[in-house]
């Protein structure tokens, strides 16, 4: 379903419309649903051709990261996840298709840092509650999102 907030706001800022599946992406990252988000951004990354891709790429890495983290309890790929998705992610802050990403960024480097406190011999200890949420910014994308949300 086509949201015309989202349109227009994309259409103003000279961007293209998200692809409904990002809403989707965005809930699974949200509820730490990492797998699925991962097969969701996966899907969405292998169709787009243009520089989005790495936006795309670098949420799918931040989850990814924080998988390894919470349940395989993997420390070299956790932190080797998340510095790499938060590089991907750093060209399209503050803001990109209303995602709080310059937020996403502060509070991933925050749960980063846990990580490296803990060290590898203490990763067990890594917390969920250290995740972020993907947040949007602009009300219009912010409504959207909710309505997507409540077909999920």
């Known amino acids: 379903m086509d949201h015309p907030a989202v349109s227009d706001l994309a259409r103003q800022r000279g961007l293209k419309e998200p692809p409904p599946a990002l809403f989707q992406a965005i809930e699974q990252f949200n509820r730490h649903k ?7 951004l996966e ?3 292998s169709e787009e051709p243009g520089e989005v891709r790495r936006l795309y790429q670098g949420i799918l890495q931040l989850g990814v990261g924080f998988y390894h983290a919470l349940q395989r309890k993997n420390y070299q790929g956790a932190t080797a996840l998340l510095q790499r998705g938060m590089n991907y992610l750093r060209p399209f ?4 298709f209303g995602l709080d990403l310059a937020g996403l960024l502060i509070a991933t480097n925050r749960a980063l840092e846990q ?3 803990l060290g590898p011999t203490q990763i067990e200890r890594f917390e969920a509650d250290y995740i972020p949420q993907i947040n949007f910014i602009e009300s219009e994308l912010n409504i959207a999102y909710l309505q997507k949300k409540a077909q999920v």
């Open 34 to 40: 990492f797998f699925e988000c991962h097969e969701t």
């Open 43 to 45: 899907k969405i990354w």
């Open 93 to 96: 802050t503050p803001i990109y």
């Open 115 to 117: 990580l490296l406190l």
